[in-house]
Nanobody, 127 residues
Framework: QLQLVESGGGLVQPGESLRLSCEVSAFTLRSRAIGWFRQAPGKEREGVSCISSSTGRTNYADSLKGRFTISRDNAKKSVYLQMDSLQPEDTGVYYC????????????????????WGQGTQVTVSS
């Protein structure tokens, strides 16, 4: 059974940072594209960032470039999302997702492209 478990969420003040982790199991991480998504209260889930498998190429939502950084550690079977200068509008549940089949394709921030999802971790930015 493929599993993804997010961690690292919490309550922070505006301007602070958080690093989210996504630990994967039951498959080799290096061959999988991983995406991060978020869902704010009352809004649809949106793509935040993704990282391709073999190339490590990354992709970010335009509004988040420069503040968020995605990375992976294949040995630890983990993907990270470093979030800096957090703002109240970054509040939401953050999910990681994995492409179901190994692929060399450049990752996408399209929910439908991913097959396995974690349960999410809550991020709240408030003063």
């Amino acid at each position: 059974q493929l599993q993804l478990v997010e961690s690292g969420g919490g309550l922070v003040q505006p301007g602070e940072s958080l690093r989210l982790s996504c630990e994967v199991s039951a498959f080799t991480l290096r061959s999988r594209a991983i995406g991060w998504f978020r869902q704010a209260p009352g809004k649809e889930r949106e793509g935040v960032s993704c990282i391709s498998s073999s190339t490590g190429r990354t992709n970010y939502a335009d509004s988040l470039k420069g503040r968020f950084t995605i990375s992976r550690d294949n040995a630890k079977k983990s993907v990270y999302l470093q979030m800096d200068s957090l703002q109240p509008e970054d509040t939401g549940v953050y999910y990681c997702a994995a492409r179901g089949i190994p692929t060399d394709q450049t990752c996408r921030r399209d929910q439908g492209w991913y097959d396995y999802w974690g349960q999410g971790t809550q991020v709240t930015v408030s003063s």
